[in-house]
């Protein structure tokens, strides 16, 4: 059984503060990790992709990687209230199709 | 240009009853995969399609179908409608079929079973 492991939460940081969060995966041959963040009662939006190890940026956020681990995370700088999300983890599935293994989600809670 | 669009938003079935979910890609994209998710879960792994042809099908008993048409919308199917099928049913929309490509999921609809 492939898994996809996140803390729930939730994870409380004041504004303007770096809110960190991390996800782990069972699959070795997985090649393709992604991070969505879903506000309550809506559907899941793609904020970012990584498929080599190390570091990638894209404005506010950032994600590592590291497949000798098995882990990835999501850094957000300057945490803003309208950041409080669920955010989920998705690792592709090694068996050659687009399937996407999904963690339960961490729920962040920004306070001003 | 539109995103990924489904319909309907929202839907009540009795248990027993058949439903079927739609959905458009964004223009350009081949591939369409289903997920359901359960409040409080990540998206679980239904089908994929691309070209019209079946790709990949998660752990869902037979009473799940789907199918592609040739403009590339999709269909989801689930006959004999149980309690426990309640959940959003997401649709998720990809440029090719590979595991490398980017998957960008619709509004979504929301299946409630009394």
């Known amino acids: 059984q492939k898994e996809v492991e996140q803390n729930s939460g939730p994870l409380s940081v004041p504004e303007g503060a770096i809110a960190s969060l991390n996800c782990t995966y069972s699959d070795r041959v997985s090649q393709s990790f992604f991070w969505y963040r879903q506000y309550s009662g809506k559907s899941p939006e793609l904020i970012m992709s990584i498929y080599s190890n190390g570091d990638k940026e894209d404005g506010r956020f950032t994600a590592q990687l590291n497949k000798a681990s098995q882990y990835v995370s999501l850094l957000i700088r300057d945490s803003q209230p309208s950041d409080s999300a669920t955010y989920l983890c998705a690792v592709s599935d090694s068996g050659g199709y687009n399937k996407l293994i999904f963690g339960a989600g961490t729920r962040l809670a920004v306070h001003p | 240009d539109a995103g990924v669009t489904q319909s309907p938003t929202h839907l009540i079935k009795t248990r027993g009853q058949h439903v079927t979910l739609r959905c458009s890609p964004i223009?350009?994209?081949?591939?369409v995969s289903w997920y359901q998710q359960v409040l409080g879960q990540g998206p679980q792994f239904i089908f994929q399609y691309y070209e019209k042809e079946e790709r990949g099908r998660g752990n869902f008993p037979d009473r799940f179908s789907a199918r592609q048409f040739p403009n590339y919308s999709s269909e989801l199917n689930v006959n004999a409608l149980l309690l426990g099928d309640s959940a959003l049913y997401l649709c998720?929309?990809?440029?090719?079929?590979?595991?490398?490509?980017?998957?960008?999921f619709g509004p979504g609809t929301r299946l409630t079973v009394t």
């Open positions: 223009s350009g994209h081949k591939s």
């Open positions: 998720a929309s990809s440029s090719d079929a590979g595991t490398a490509y980017e998957q960008y």
